[in-house]
């Protein structure tokens, strides 16, 4: 079966330090994968999709296959970055069924 | 400018009760999910429908079970609420096509005591 892996439970990154939020993935065949994000007291949202290869509020996502990595990355990281953040992995033939990681909170320090 | 309403935000029930967990999309999706939410356990699928009458079980459909009558709304139903049941409840929507992803409530956060 399927699963998504991400390690950190807690980050904590000061303001303007570079980012990375680490999600890796166990699949076989030619996943779907996708970063939502969570602010406090606000619904579950999704960030972005490696399909779509574009940065959204200055974060990106790059797919690597032979590392079956999916990490969320942002140069310089802003107050309001702090968030909890979930990877989650949609296979081929499975509906729309997402699988999500265990998410990783992110804490931007000033 | 809400599209999939959870009927409750937060609900307290007694061990052994029957609960009703209540969601509404508006935007005519076909598929629709049930999550939990957890500290350190994420999100964890425990039903799902991708048409009215149509259901599957997810990774955790232990306890509970679901209904969908009509395409907008679908029921998550814990027979005998237990303790370890206590939790946020994620509801989720989105269309058959493999779009962009969910559509997400604002939860339910259930204690059952």
């Known amino acids: 079966a399927q699963r998504v892996t991400q390690p950190e439970k807690l980050l904590s990154v000061f303001k303007g330090a570079p980012v990375e939020l680490k999600c890796n993935y166990s699949?076989?065949?030619?996943?779907?994968l996708f970063w939502y994000v969570q602010y406090s007291r606000q619904r579950l949202q999704l960030l972005l999709r490696?399909?779509s290869r574009e940065s959204i509020k200055g974060f990106t996502a790059d797919l690597n296959k032979g590392e079956t990595s999916f990490h969320l990355k942002k140069p310089f990281a802003q107050e309001e970055d702090s968030a909890m953040y979930y990877c989650a992995l949609r296979v081929t033939g499975g509906g729309n069924k997402l699988t999500f990681g265990t998410g990783t909170q992110l804490k931007v320090e000033l | 400018d809400v599209k999939v309403t959870q009927s409750s935000r937060y609900l307290v029930k007694r061990t052994g009760e029957k609960v009703f967990l209540e969601c509404v999309q508006d935007m005519d999706h076909e598929n629709m999910f049930w999550y939990r939410q957890d500290p350190g356990l994420g999100l964890r699928l425990i039903y799902f429908?991708?048409?009215?009458?149509?259901?599957e079980k997810g990774d955790i459909p232990e306890g509970y079970s679901v209904s969908r009558e009509k395409k907008e709304r679908f029921s998550l139903i814990l027979e005998s609420a237990s303790t370890n049941q206590t939790s946020m409840y994620l509801c989720?929507?989105?269309?058959?096509?493999?779009?962009?992803?969910?559509?997400f409530g604002s939860g339910t956060r259930l204690t059952v005591v």
């Open positions: 490696h399909i």
């Open positions: 699949y076989s065949g030619s996943p779907e």
């Open positions: 429908s991708y048409d009215v009458k149509m259901k």
């Open positions: 989720a929507s989105s269309p058959s096509s493999r779009g962009p992803g969910y559509t």
